[in-house]
């Protein structure tokens, strides 16, 4: 069996029909917490070598990805750049739009903060339908950018068929934690 690290499902939130994944008893366990950190650091480390890190950089989106994504960036001494909801970057916000399983909304990045970086090694907690990491890779890709990686906390199994099916999420190598 699978260590869950103290993850548990809250069934029907926050709509009817969802099952969300309730992370805060991770969280609560400095232990787990720091063993997932640590995995994470590995399987970037494994996945990538070190000549790739040359202009690369970590990118999440708000809010939960941030949890996982600063203690990633300060173990590997790589930049952190920050996918904000509209409104929250101040310094020549670069703005796209995305739809997700539960709503549509605009998000935007710092965009002189990403002009200086190539490559990005994308980090959130969980990957459902993949739609947010789709429209992120399609924002960078507008900019001439590309993701090398995408790491997540856990993925829903039972979405796996329609993140197979995502044309926009093909080639792209993604690895999960648990």
């Given amino acids: 069996m699978t260590q869950n690290y103290g993850l548990s499902i809250v069934k029907d939130y926050p709509i009817e029909g969802v099952n969300f994944i309730d992370i805060n008893g991770l969280l609560e366990k400095p232990e787990y917490f720091t063993a997932i950190i640590d995995k994470f650091c590995e399987e970037i ?12 950089a970590i990118i999440s989106p708000e809010s939960r990805g941030f949890l996982f994504s600063t203690p990633v960036a300060y173990k590997l001494a790589l930049p952190l750049l920050t996918i904000r909801k509209k409104g929250k970057i101040p310094n020549n916000p670069y703005r796209f739009h995305i739809t997700n399983e539960y709503t549509s909304y605009d998000m ?11 490559k990005f090694i994308y980090v959130d907690d969980i990957l459902a339908t993949g739609q947010t990491l789709a429209a992120i ?3 960078l890709q507008d900019k001439g950018k ?7 906390l856990t993925a829903v199994e039972d979405l796996q068929p329609m993140r197979a099916a ?6 792209l190598i993604t690895k999960e934690m648990i």
């Fill in 108 to 118: 935007e990045m710092d965009g002189d903060l990403l002009d200086k970086y190539e």
């Fill in 45 to 56: 480390k494994k996945a990538l070598p070190a000549e790739e890190w040359a202009k690369t």
């Fill in 137 to 139: 890779k399609k924002a």
């Fill in 166 to 171: 995502s044309k926009a999420l093909q080639n």
């Fill in 146 to 152: 590309e993701i090398l990686l995408a790491v997540h």
